[in-house]
């Protein structure tokens, strides 16, 4: 049965869904957007991001054309009419169309509004299990990483210069320093057990994901400490992963072909994602 998606106020068949070519969003990558996973058909931790799309959306000056509510009931009505018991539902929103391209555009611009579900397996991940390996990849994207647009073609080059030298994904460096993972925060545990991740600013997402891990780091009393970290501190480190709202938890076994601890997922990583887990399922909506 063909995927359903909605447009513009419509549910349609996925191989009906049109938009305008002169939408700033294909034009221009003038758009933001949003995945929130699917658990046992239920929106995970979704509050938090309908907050940030509020917030990215003011940063640029971008309408949303529907109530909070009203975005909630689109994603439940696609989860059911998809049938979705695991997976996400991917939320994006342009500043919409002219009548021609321009750089410049009006403030009464309407905006195009375009979800759809996509059906994976997030919980069982034999990626989950076995870990990831990430090579080291100058962070070339613009400084306002914290709003969420679609301007991925630098994270695109990044992860496929990964895919060719046969790891599944990139830290960013910037300045010597890790910035994030190629879509997702990064995070290290130091050999006297210490979390480390970068802290909240406008180099980096202020992942949904990681919030909720930091409280359920904090609720496990592990130490934190919220800090720039170098690619050569993770390479020493006792244990390293990454987050996000489709991975959860990954960890990360090797950086730049160099095994970090004992080249498997570490304890840390794997407590933190059954905890989140387990609270995810609890608390989805």
């Known amino acids: 049965m063909e995927r359903i998606v909605y447009v513009n106020g419509a549910y349609v068949p996925e191989s009906e869904a049109k938009i305008s070519i002169f939408d700033r969003g294909f034009l221009f990558a003038d758009a933001v957007y949003e995945v929130t996973s699917v658990l046992d058909g239920k929106l995970v931790d ?7 799309l509020e917030r990215s959306c003011h940063e640029l000056g971008i309408k949303i054309p529907v109530s909070a509510e009203e975005l909630v009931e689109i994603q439940r009505t696609l989860i059911k009419k998809n049938g979705v018991e695991e997976g996400g539902v991917y939320l994006q929103l342009t500043r919409g169309a002219e009548s021609d391209r321009d750089f410049s555009y009006s403030e009464d611009i309407e ?17 989950a299990q076995k870990g990831i390996k990430v ?6 994207r613009w400084r306002r990483r914290d709003i969420k647009t679609t301007s991925l073609l630098p994270a695109c080059l990044a992860k496929h210069a990964a895919h060719a030298a046969g790891a599944s994904d990139v830290w960013l460096i910037e300045d010597g320093y890790v910035t994030e993972g190629g879509s997702s925060n990064a995070y290290i545990v130091t050999q006297e057990g210490t979390l480390v991740t970068r802290p909240l600013s406008n180099d980096i997402l202020h992942g949904i994901t990681r919030a909720a891990l930091m409280k359920l780091a904090e609720d496990s009393d592990l130490k934190i400490e919220e800090r720039l970290f170098t690619i050569e501190e993770a390479y020493a480190a006792k244990e390293a992963f990454i987050s996000s709202a489709t991975t959860f938890v990954w960890p990360v076994v090797a950086i730049d072909d160099r095994e970090i601890g004992e080249g498997k997922p570490g304890p840390v990583a794997m407590k933190l994602r059954d905890f989140y887990i387990r609270t995810a399922r609890e608390m989805a909506e």
């Open 46 to 52: 979704n509050a938090g991001h309908m907050a940030r």
């Open 111 to 127: 905006p195009t509004l375009v979800l759809f579900t996509q059906a994976k397996q997030l919980v069982n991940s034999a990626i």
């Open 135 to 140: 090579i080291s990849y100058d962070d070339i």
